[in-house]
């Protein structure tokens, strides 16, 4: 028979789907996961002590929602700390900014001040050839566009994770920015920074949207103006964190795993609910919704709660690597960390027959108003270190319409997640899961098999 | 004749209330005067350094724009100052939470920590009549409902003004309260705070809406929790700030003073644009409008910039006592400070003959859109000793469905303003000030002449 490695009959046959989308549905498991992270551990920087307690919250919820199996994977880190940031207007217009450090940024050593050369853009930043940025704070302001898939992020955090060093490349002594954000409200949104091979690494910080406004503005009547910032952050050695694993023990040995995943870890000036507190309650509660069926899937389910991916994917990558081994026998991998917004797409990295097997969970996904898009940027970050070697993937696409107002900054809070749009996220999640758990299907190219 | 002290032909005819009208909705004069004001000296606490270059400004402003007086009359004031204040909560779910001190809080001398007890409203917080608060910290968690005339803030502010006093004398060491404000964002609303005669003062602080609620349900887990504060804020004797007044002189010596105005001061922790940057923006332009017409009217004009308003309408007090030989030729007395939304209603103090004596005014304003409405509140703050005085008051009500939003928060800032939005209310202001200045009309009832 001319098939692939595929056919229909592998897969969870449709009212299986529909019994397991109306279970998904039911109650409001995630919420009241996502609930009890963001007020009973907070904030949850990666090495902190809410980090800690964040690790003891999710195997203790594994624990009691039934999977077999719960561990924890050691990931050592750099142990980086937040005390303060101010920025300060000197002079005649003398006023106190709001910033906050970026990820990685080190302190200035007391307060420091200079005058602000203000860039369009990264491009601006790096067409600069001369001196012109020597002993000045670089000043890039570049507004954030509002989309749907948050398609602004890529230029606004290129900004942040490129400026700092091409800032120090070019002789500046700090580096300050426009908040990767959409919002219009006085929070900085923080988040983290590349380091350039070679290039030493200076104070860098974002100003909140209404600062930056503010900084442009005054600029524009004092071109020599001088900004003092005191910057107190840094590294301070290392530390171990760990990824949080729950795993729902297939009847075939060796069949397969499939991870559904979240990361644990948040930045610490919020309570992380958004980011990614939401991904993690969606992602557990698909997994136990699963578990309440009583029914055992063919392969192997991971629930994995990554270790610090705000700092750099750093669990991600560890798992990647310490379960190199197991990685030709991850059949996907999918996560969820794009906030709270409800799903409106399916994509994936299978094509061709791999990609027709699929019809089947893209019709019971389609009640919940979710549909097969083609393309996309990958899935969700934590799953990229597992995609580059060679491990399928699912991307959920979320409503991320107003994702950027909050991310990386204070008002990332509970009261920011609409609860009545969690249940279908879950029910997609339970369901993408499922029909890959309990099936023979394999996304990869047949080459690849 | 029956008729009273007024008649119809005292007043502007409808022709010159339209050219006022469709000059002073020209330009933008009143946005480029708050975003002068609100970028070149950002917060202006009344005492505060900042405010003496609130008063420089206004000054330089009232010169430039034609005033044929500008003078200044000092306000004494007791002088607050904050530094910081930190809120945590202690134990297994250990957290920061934010908080603004209240306007006239004391300082804790370093952390103190305790139960707390949370309360529903002020009514609750009054019936207790135990010893139950006794070394506690007092969480009254009410939520501040939306309204367009702000109506949820009478409720809300008392519990500001009135629930320290409460707490102190039931012998509460501290008292947070639920902001008063309609947001969702982590910003703590400051404000004022009333000293009863006889109780002592203790720190008194808000808490950000988001952070109300995580309070809340961290009770809810755990009745016994501590928590933390450490606020260093308070009194540093006395200083002396400025009511800033510019006048346009009547033709008619002796005729009367018409007063519009708006507060200088703000807050310290925002730039003070919705509050009340744009009310003196709006009637400094309302003024200059009338200024470039080159007419000059029968009464005097006075725009006052009320020094010291959030800490107790201390400018406002001062000017009424220290004129109060002038305050029988004050003809009527009006004050922006409700935000920068556009005018829907006028309301006036004046009745019977004297309100029949308005309908030319309320004809002129109602092209845009504005209309009288009886009843009210009274009007803005700063009048309210020139009103006990007896002077007469418009109202020109606009539209704060979202002024509790930012309200003393360190997200009042420019951008919270529609630019569209001001010169309707500087068409409005003009209006009725030339309806008032080049006029014999008395709003007083008949007794009171």
Chains 1, 2 share one sequence.
Do not use: C
């Not at 898939?149 to 091409?166: H, L, M, V, W």
């Not at 698909?286 to 629930?303: F, H, N, T, V, Y």
């Not at 990558?317 to 797409?345: C, P, T």
């Amino acid at each position: 028979m001319a098939i692939g490695a595929n056919s229909a009959v592998a897969g969870p046959d449709a009212d299986t789907l529909a019994q397991i989308r109306e279970h998904a549905l039911s109650g409001n498991l995630a919420f009241e996961l996502v609930e009890s992270l963001t007020t009973e551990v907070g904030p949850r920087l990666a090495g902190s002590e809410g980090d800690a307690r964040a690790q003891d919250w999710a195997e203790a919820r594994m624990k009691s929602l039934g999977f077999d199996k719960v561990w924890r994977e050691p990931v050592e880190i750099p142990h980086w700390k937040r005390r303060h940031e101010r920025a300060t207007v000197l002079g005649e217009y003398a006023q106190s900014l709001h910033i906050s450090a970026l990820g990685h940024s080190i302190g200035t050593g007391g307060p420091i001040a200079a005058e602000v050369v203000e860039l369009a853009d990264l491009a601006a930043l790096k067409a600069i050839e001369d001196d012109r940025l020597n002993g000045k704070i670089v000043f890039v302001n570049h507004r954030m566009t509002r989309a749907i898939n948050g398609a602004g992020y890529s230029i606004a955090g290129d900004i942040r994770s490129q400026g700092p060093s091409e800032a120090a490349k070019r002789g500046a002594i700090a580096f300050v920015m426009r908040s990767a954000g959409t919002d219009s409200h006085r929070f900085p949104h923080t988040g983290n920074t590349k380091r350039l091979e070679g290039v030493h690494v200076i104070p860098s910080a974002a100003l909140s949207n209404p600062d930056a406004e503010q900084l442009h503005r005054l600029l524009k009547r004092k071109p020599d103006l001088q900004l003092q910032l005191d910057i107190d952050v840094g590294f301070d050695g290392t530390t171990t964190t760990h990824n949080v694993i729950g795993e729902i023990s297939g009847r075939v040995p060796g069949s397969g795993i499939v991870v559904l995943g979240a990361h644990l870890d948040s930045w610490d000036n919020g309570t992380g609910a958004v980011d990614d507190g939401a991904g993690i309650a969606i992602t557990m509660a698909a997994a136990a919704k699963l578990i309440e069926r009583g029914q055992r899937p063919r392969r192997s389910i991971r629930m994995i709660a990554f270790a610090a991916e705000e700092v750099g994917l750093l669990g991600a990558k560890a798992y990647a690597k310490d379960n190199a081994q197991l990685m030709e026998r991850h059949v996907v991998g999918m996560e969820s960390d794009f906030g709270a917004g409800s799903i409106y797409a399916i994509q994936t990295s299978a094509r061709g027959t791999a990609l027709d097997a699929l019809q089947p969970l893209f019709d019971a996904l389609a009640p919940l108003d979710i549909a097969f898009a083609e393309g996309g940027y990958g899935p969700g970050p934590d799953i990229l270190p597992m995609r580059d070697d060679g491990v399928p993937w699912f991307a959920l696409k979320q409503n991320g319409i107003d994702y950027f107002d909050v991310h990386h900054t204070a008002d990332d809070t509970l009261d920011k997640i609409v609860p009545q749009a969690l249940p279908q996220q879950v029910a997609a999640y339970a369901l993408a899961t499922w029909f890959m758990a309990d099936s023979q299907i394999e996304l990869r190219a047949p080459a690849d098999l």
